[in-house]
């Protein structure tokens, strides 16, 4: 466990393992140690990077709103920071995070040596919203007057552990008491979840603009995992029906419908995970 300061922020970072670089990222509000069961899979073969964005985990507070771009360097970053800049990476995104790996194989083609969606987030459409500055000044209004009243310590670890659930096939959080609440009883995390949920739809339509001008790096292998579990969702077969598309748009990517698995794939079938990475060589 160590830190990196990039852009300002000190940003938490975990290596370990050899071999092959490979970087998970996860989604939205959610933290380094949820690669838990995936991390022991890959450490034997590849030099495992999780790191937690700003405002996430451990990370310190968001200095800026995120972006695709800005996500894809940061990265970038980190891995030269931790001295891995050299051979190309496996990048691996969850959920939103999805956004996030894809524009760094765009952005820095040279630096990939594979790319896994992990059940990522998906808007074929997504227009920029106006005012994003308003946006902003929102979302940290909203953070202040949540903090004020004393939720993040009241609710945040309880709201947590009903996300988990809520997002699994089956079975509870695994993740530990004590770093639950060292992360999600703060509102820096509070925050942080605010911002990247704000300016959601900004980085799916910069990604898109991105598509347009950036092509994927050629040859590079592409895997799309999908969630079998359509929970939370409002057809199974019609989020299978755009994670299949997805992979088309990338190129006629691998894809794989995940059984069982809710939307925390590496928390239900971290095996699906470390075999769709070490699949890639």
């Known amino acids: 466990m160590t830190f990196v300061r990039i852009g300002g922020v000190p940003h938490h970072v ?5 071999g092959p670089v490979c970087v998970l990222s996860a989604g939205l509000a959610m933290s380094w140690f949820d690669w838990d069961p995936v991390v022991p899979l890959l450490a034997p073969y590849r030099t495992v990077v999780r790191f937690d964005r700003p405002g996430h985990g451990l990370s310190g507070t968001a200095a800026v709103p995120p972006s695709a771009a800005g996500e894809a360097h940061r990265i970038a970053g980190i891995l030269d920071a931790l001295g891995l800049g050299g051979p190309p990476a496996t990048v691996v995104g969850h959920s939103i995070a999805g956004f996030h790996v894809e524009a760094f194989a765009r952005l820095h083609p040279a630096r990939t040596a594979g790319l896994v969606l992990v059940d990522a987030s998906i808007e074929e459409d997504a227009g920029a919203p106006r005012a994003p500055a308003v946006r902003t000044a929102v979302a940290h209004g909203l953070g202040t007057a949540l903090t004020a009243v004393g939720a993040p310590a009241a609710i945040g670890p309880a709201l947590r552990r009903a996300v988990v659930r809520l997002s699994r096939e089956g079975g509870g959080d695994p993740a530990p008491a004590t770093l639950v609440r060292r992360c999600y009883g703060t509102s820096r995390v509070l925050r942080g979840a605010l911002l990247e949920n704000t300016h959601y739809r900004a980085v799916a339509a910069e990604l898109l603009d991105l598509r347009t001008r950036f092509p994927l790096p050629h040859g590079v292998p592409v895997t799309v995992l999908a969630a079998s579990d359509g ?21 006629e990517a691998h894809f794989e419908a995940v059984e069982p698995s809710g ?7 971290p095996d699906a995970v470390a075999r769709a990475v070490l699949k890639q060589g």
């Open 263 to 269: 939307h925390l794939v590496m928390l239900d079938r």
């Open 231 to 251: 929970r939370g969702r409002r057809s199974t077969g019609r989020w299978l029906a755009r994670q299949r598309a997805l992979a088309a748009e990338l190129g």
């Open 14 to 18: 975990v290596a370990e393992g050899n």
